[in-house]
């Protein structure tokens, strides 16, 4: 085994060296390494017609094709179960997962927001191709790998196969590792099991484009273990707009067609809570890069409504942290006035979770005292299968209150869901909307710093924005009436 274990590395080695001569044709500076992205949410989208019985009642499922392209500067690494006789045991999981996801833009008393409602299982990749959708490829010579430039195709169809799929549970999405081959999966029936499941109550007919109410964006992600070595998993995600027609039983998807509208076609490398902040310019969009581990993104967004009060809106995604989150707190001195609280999470479906049995989807309990808006699951160490924001999945949450938003730089914490090993934090702070304090002079103090520069302005720089309290694109004396009527 020795000498084929040797074959392998030489074999890298080797692909890796004339693929960053050649790169350049594409790319003069490429990433190090195997990057593999979503280069195309190609052909159409696939529909199945679910059942009105059993496992299918209520839902209807879907599947996008995806094109993948490694724009790295070295080979990226395609093994299966089947090359285990040639390089050992631990080649067989050695291949991208890739999974899908649909998101929901929304507009509800005015106020903007952007919810995932629905996942799927895994399609495990499998033989590769050595095509050019991307960057020029070199071909590796074989399946066994996605040559530097070169793309691989799977269909709608393929992506959304039953049989072979994975549950998401078993991935560590920021290693890329998981079991394979696959271990004794849940059995499953119907034809809505282990796709891109959806509730039809959360459907609804629109052909989708900058003047619809609600919009529909499906997303696609690859996770793979070299591709997460290299540190190159926060590109993995790509995104296309879907239109909704058919009945309240049997939903028909397709890409959006709209004229001049950008989401027509594939977004490359951007993951769909991305789209939030593009379609609504006042949402406070923050990365956090847990040191050495995954991404998540908070976004958030505080909207005036018409009785007066504000809604306060927010999503948290974890892009590929395997420590996942548990809780979210969002600063508020006068939190007991908050009301309507409400939460979203995800439906994980068909037996992923441990034991074959779903990851739990009980709500998170929320709480409001003098300080802070919070919302929380159950602890690593309570419940291992409790229902934490786990990778590839973005939770929601949203209250109302009669306060104006903070001018002061407030903070919102992350609570980690994984207990942190020796130096790592058991949370993190995000930078997020939250309502501002009474009576306090900081908070008048800031207001008029946004305000008195832009007053009788056009709301089109940040500071602008946050003083056009009455979204009227306008920063006049309304808003210094509004924030006063609430700060008093």
């Not at 500076?29 to 529909?47: A, E, K, R, T, Y």
Request: proline share 7%.
């Amino acid at each position: 085994m020795k000498n084929s274990r040797g074959v392998f590395v030489a074999s890298v080695a080797g692909l890796a060296a004339s693929a960053g001569m050649a790169f350049g044709q594409c790319n003069p500076l490429p990433p190090v390494g195997p990057d593999v992205i979503v280069g195309d949410m190609h052909g159409s989208v696939q529909n199945y017609t679910p059942g009105t019985t059993g496992f299918d009642a209520g839902y209807d499922a879907l599947s996008f094709g995806t094109t993948s392209c490694n724009i790295g500067n070295a080979p990226l690494m395609w093994f299966n179960d089947g090359d285990v006789p040639t390089y050992g045991p631990d080649i067989a999981n050695k291949h991208p997962v890739i999974s899908q996801q649909l998101y929901r833009f929304s507009r509800v008393d005015g106020a903007s927001r952007f919810e995932m409602i629905g996942l799927s299982w895994l399609k495990h990749g499998f033989l590769a191709l050595a095509q050019s959708a991307c960057c020029p490829c070199i071909s590796p010579g074989d399946g066994n790998w996605l040559g530097v430039g070169c793309s691989d195709p799977y269909s709608a169809s393929r992506n959304g196969g039953q049989s072979g799929a994975g549950p998401r549970y078993q991935v560590n999405a920021n290693t890329g590792e998981y079991p394979y081959p696959l271990p004794a999966l849940a059995p499953f029936s119907g034809q809505t099991a282990r796709r891109l499941r959806v509730k039809l109550t959360d459907l609804v007919n629109t052909g989708g484009g900058a003047n619809a109410q609600v919009r529909y964006f499906g997303e696609t992600q690859y996770v793979t273990p070299d591709d997460a070595m290299a540190r190159r998993g926060n590109n993995n995600s790509s995104i296309r707009e879907v239109s909704v027609s058919g009945s309240a039983t049997d939903k028909s998807f397709n890409y959006t067609t709209n004229p001049g509208n950008p989401y027509n076609t594939t977004n490359r490398m951007k993951s769909a809570i991305r789209v939030w902040k593009e379609l609504d310019p006042r949402v406070v969009e923050t990365d956090v890069q847990l040191p050495g581990e995954g991404l998540f993104v908070l976004s958030s967004r505080a909207t005036r409504l018409p009785n007066g009060n504000f809604r306060y809106e927010y999503s948290l995604y974890n892009m590929n942290s395997d420590r996942s989150a548990r809780s979210l707190m969002v600063p508020m001195m006068d939190a007991l006035s908050a009301q309507n609280i409400e939460f979203r999470g995800v439906e994980y479906h068909s037996g992923d979770g441990l034991g074959n049995i779903n990851w739990d989807g009980a709500p998170w309990t929320s709480k409001k005292e003098n300080g802070a808006m919070s919302w929380a699951t159950d602890t690593f160490q309570s419940k291992v299968n409790a229902n934490a924001i786990r990778w590839g999945t973005t939770y929601s949450f949203r209250f109302d209150s009669p306060m104006v938003p903070s001018f002061l730089e407030t903070q919102a914490n992350i609570g980690l869901f994984k207990p942190p090993m020796p130096g790592e934090p058991a949370s993190v702070n995000a930078r997020a909307v939250a309502p501002g304090e009474k009576y306090s002079l900081a908070e008048l103090l800031a207001f008029l710093d946004h305000w008195s520069p832009n007053l009788g302005s056009a709301a089109n720089n940040p500071a602008a924005r946050r003083a056009d309290l009455d979204e009227n694109n306008v920063v006049d004396l309304m808003d210094l009436l509004i924030f006063l009527s609430a700060w008093q």
